[in-house]
């Protein structure tokens, strides 16, 4: 009986907070300051500054992310509801910068200082606090080296900055065995992507793709099965 009225209270809960969270990504997204979603120096073209222009639709998405919020703050809610309250918001945040990468090839440095913050709740889930200062420092690591060889190999940015930036923030969260399998599963999902981008005609062999949502799915899965 209190299992049941557990799930109750937690569905209660999740429904609306799932439609916020849903919805305020939609709305946030399309009216950050265009200064955020493009890179230091840069002056935000005529697009970015256009208030009347949608960055992204609210139909369907407000409706798709509300129901994936819902259906996340229900699963997690009934096994912990410090930690799935604490993953929404982390979510909420790698959607944001998701969005941000995939549409404008920029890795928002606010979202990821709010996601760096977000770690700390996560550290009463962790054995020790190194745990947590390890996966910082495996994330910052590798893909500083993934960056340093890119460039060394193909003669060019392979790998931006604020993709570094990013999988240190989620290292944090995740700690080191985490950032571990979001490093590998992150790098077979954009590899999956970009060979079906080019089997589609769609990417070019020289084209630069985001990564960052394909951080945030591993991420997402990491989270799903901790």
């Known amino acids: 009986m209190g299992e049941i009225f557990q799930i109750l209270i937690v569905t209660a809960v999740s429904i609306p ?91 928002p440095d606010q979202f990821v200082i709010f996601l760096a913050l977000f770690a700390f709740p ?41 993709d570094v930036k990013l999988m240190g923030a989620i290292g944090l969260s995740a700690g080191l065995s985490g950032t571990a399998f979001i490093l590998i599963a992150a790098s077979l999902l954009s590899c999956a992507g970009f060979l079906y981008g080019i089997a589609k005609g769609r990417l070019k062999e020289e084209d630069a793709v985001p990564l960052a949502p394909y951080l945030a799915l591993a991420t997402a899965v990491y989270f799903f099965f901790y």
């Not at 399309?30 to 979603?37: C, D, G, T, V």
């Not at 420092?137 to 890119?150: D, E, R, Y």
Request: charged residues 15%; neutral net charge; proline residues 3%.
């Open 17 to 107: 907070l799932g439609i916020f969270l849903g919805c305020s990504a939609v709305y946030v997204f399309n009216h950050l300051p265009p200064k955020w979603l493009c890179e230091y120096g840069e002056e935000p073209s005529e697009a970015l500054q256009d208030r009347a222009v949608q960055r992204i639709k609210g139909y369907p998405n407000k409706f798709i992310f509300s129901a994936l919020f819902t259906a996340l703050g229900i699963f997690f809610g009934t096994r912990d509801y410090v930690y799935g309250l604490t993953v929404l918001f982390e979510l909420w945040l790698l959607l944001m910068i998701a969005l941000a990468d995939q549409k404008y090839m920029v890795v």
């Open 122 to 162: 996560m550290s009463i889930y962790k054995e020790t606090f190194q745990d947590m200062v390890y996966g910082f420092l495996l994330g910052i690591g590798v893909m500083l080296l993934a960056a340093f060889f890119g460039r060394l190999v193909m003669r060019r940015e392979a790998l931006g900055f604020g």
